[in-house]
Nanobody, 117 residues
């Protein structure tokens, strides 16, 4: 089965940056869509960003709450998808999960991001 391993979470001050990584055991080109989601206790999991393939290349989409601050990308050689998070704010605090989608969904184990002074 596909294995997905996340890393990069931690504690950061408001205005700071973090880069999350999600590595798969197979080529990321195997997937139709890859994305990042986050969840805070008491709230439902919410969409953050996705990257999909197309004839013209990769396309990306972002939730309004992170647009302009977060960037999703992938490195095919390393079978890894990234989430670069800039200008982090306390409301970004959550457990972040990566997702790879083909015929099934494959999820990372989650990584905690805490934004606090």
């Amino acid at each position: 089965q596909v294995q997905v391993v996340e890393s990069g979470g931690g504690l950061v001050q408001p205005g700071g940056s973090l880069r999350l990584s999600c590595a798969a055991s197979v080529s990321v080109l195997s997937f139709i869509r890859m994305g990042w989601y986050r969840q805070t206790p008491g709230k439902q999991r919410e969409y953050v960003a996705v990257i999909t393939s197309s004839l013209s290349g990769d396309s990306t989409s972002y939730a309004d709450s992170v647009k302009g601050r977060f960037t999703i990308s992938r490195d095919n050689a390393k079978n890894t998808v990234y989430l670069q998070m800039n200008s982090l704010q306390p409301e970004d605090t959550a457990v972040y999960y990566c997702n790879f989608h083909s015929y099934k969904d494959y999820w990372g184990q989650g990584t905690q991001v805490t934004v606090s002074s």
